[in-house]
């Protein structure tokens, strides 16, 4: 009796080991820049007690799938098709896979073509019932309608922004803030961000302020994001190294409150800022330097202003795009240049990314999510 006792204990200790196993790996997947017969989705497996990445699958999304967005409630993942002729000359690509929620198995849905060509960018509203997408080489954003299936079905809405003689637009990002009342959108060219309200009826976007916020010139707004109260936008520029922190305000749209640097103090090199992101802990701020090649860590004080508190090389070059993984103990960086994927394990008191604990070759990562 006592030896059938002890088996028991022993096959639950087992059983609850391996729960604990498998909870501990969750999906990342990748876009890249890829060539016609490349797969340019990757599937990984990441463990998150010791940070390591598994390839488990490869998929063929069409040239040059380098951003991409998910429905959550039915299995889609949107991705662009970042070419200026796709299916017709003068239009980027949107391609709609589903997958069986395991990743194991993405089947290609439909696929659309964009207006103006050359899209960067796609994001997915809270409600679940449109597309916006950035398009980077047409200077331009287009709206995208799913149908009950979640399918993209028509483009209901495409803005073409202009500037003064010599300028030319490059639309960098459109995402909406967490309640879906406005959306906002980065013109890398223009130096502006343009703020909409959502028609949903007619899909079509309406003007909240016609001249757009002006920045300086030769800013290059690049990628931006709210904090967790919504009261806060920090923007990240891709020409002048910097992260512009905004009050939002209803009736004047964003209030800038700070501008502060990327770099470290007497870098003299080139650089072009990309991504940013926020710890879960609403803490910290993290933003990417290409040329300087690191992550810089900043603290976000009480009042929503930041710190630069540390720099950490990115292991690897051109680290354009990065995530945290949902632990929040892992930031993760994919190198552009270098053609790899380096793990660094995240400091839960500083917040800064100090130790690099796996790197994985894959090519041209450009995109990092999980699901």
Not at 54 to 67: D, I, L, M, Q, R
Not at 188 to 204: H, M, N, S, T, Y
Not at 339 to 366: E, R
């Amino acid at each position: 009796m006592k030896n059938r006792f002890i088996q028991l204990v022993a096959i639950s200790l087992i059983s609850l080991t391996g729960i604990t196993s498998c909870s501990q790996k969750v999906k990342l997947i990748t876009g890249s820049y890829s060539v016609k017969g490349d797969s340019g989705i990757n599937v990984f497996d990441f463990n998150q007690s010791d940070g390591t990445l598994k390839h488990v699958g490869t998929f063929n999304a069409g040239t040059n799938p380098s951003y991409f967005c998910f429905n959550k409630n039915l299995n889609l993942i949107y991705a662009i098709n970042e070419v200026d002729s796709f299916i017709k000359p003068g239009t980027g690509g949107l391609t709609t896979f589903s997958h069986n929620g395991k990743f194991s198995d993405l089947k290609k849905v439909n696929e659309m073509a964009v207006p103006n060509g050359g899209p960067c960018f796609i994001s997915i509203t809270p409600q679940n019932d449109f597309l916006f997408v950035a398009n980077y080489g047409g200077g331009s954003v287009a709206v995208v309608k799913l149908n009950g299936s979640g399918v993209p079905v028509t483009i209901t809405d495409t803005i073409h922004f202009t500037g003064s003689e010599g300028t030319v637009s490059h639309a960098h990002m459109i995402v909406s803030d967490a309640a879906g009342e406005r959306i906002y959108v980065s013109d890398l060219g223009l130096d502006r961000v343009w703020i909409f309200e959502l028609d949903r009826q007619a899909g079509r976007l309406k003007t909240v302020i016609p001249e757009g916020i002006a920045l300086p010139g030769g800013t290059g707004p690049r990628h931006f994001l709210f904090n967790d109260a919504g009261t806060k936008l920090y923007l990240i520029c891709e020409l002048n190294s910097t992260i512009i922190v905004f009050n939002v305000d209803r009736e004047k749209g964003l209030i800038p409150v700070q501008t502060i640097s990327t770099l470290k103090e007497g870098f003299a090199g080139e650089n072009a800022c990309a991504e940013i992101q926020i710890s879960y802990s609403g803490k910290f701020l993290y933003g990417s330097n290409r040329g300087e090649n690191d992550i810089v860590t900043f603290e976000i004080n009480e009042d929503g202003t930041i710190k630069n508190v540390a720099h950490t090389d990115c292991g690897g070059s051109w680290p354009r795009n990065f995530t945290i993984d949902p632990s929040g103990k892992f930031l993760l960086v994919g190198n552009q240049r270098s053609d790899n994927i380096a793990v660094f394990s995240i400091d839960q008191k500083t917040g800064i990314p100090s130790n690099k604990v796996s790197d994985l070759k894959i090519k041209s990562p450009v995109c990092l999510k999980f699901k």
